[in-house]
């Protein structure tokens, strides 16, 4: 920051790291309809897990927002040594969940290569581009049921 203030000529406002914190952390939430779908999993019986490729400052303020409470286990690549796309990272996650067959397993990333990496290993995965897409996918494959016209 202070080689950005001096590349601009200017000094940075009092408080400003202060200011940049909250909003940034105002800005973090899990969007209502990801939670909507979430939920569903859920009551559907399924396991909603979370890998992430995340520092351990990234992670505990993610954390202290509440941002992983929904997630079980939610595995964070600073804390399990390994990250995406690396087999590894893949492999922990299904360890984690009791070693269950990567075939029943559903993976949800938005980079490509996250994705491309979890098929290499057998576990059916999609890349998500759109909340509507990922209903889309999930109701595809027989995960969730199909919502109620009125409720689209």
């Known amino acids: 920051w ?6 601009l000529g200017r000094e940075l406002p009092m408080g400003w790291s202060t200011q940049y ?9 899990i969007h209502p309809e990801i939670a909507k779908i979430i939920r569903e999993l859920k009551k559907q019986g399924c396991k909603v897990a979370l890998l992430s490729n ?20 939610a595995l964070l690549s600073c804390f399990i ?11 922990i996650l ?12 559903f993976f949800i990333d938005d980079k490509k290569e996250n994705v491309k990496a979890a098929i290499r290993l057998g576990i059916r995965a999609v890349r998500f581009t ?3 897409r990922l209903r889309w996918d999930l109701e595809l494959r ?7 016209p009125s409720m689209k």
């Open 81 to 91: 040594k390994a990250d995406k796309p690396r087999a590894k990272a893949y492999k």
């Open 94 to 105: 299904l360890k984690k969940l009791g070693n269950v067959s990567p075939e029943r397993c």
């Open 142 to 148: 027989d995960i969730l049921p199909p919502l109620q």
């Open 54 to 73: 995340v520092s351990a400052d990234r992670a505990k303020s993610l954390k202290k927002l509440g941002l992983y409470k929904p997630f079980s286990p």
């Open 21 to 29: 914190t909250k909003m940034r952390e105002e800005s973090l939430r």
């Open 2 to 7: 202070n080689k950005f203030q001096m590349k």
């Open 130 to 132: 759109s909340v509507k």
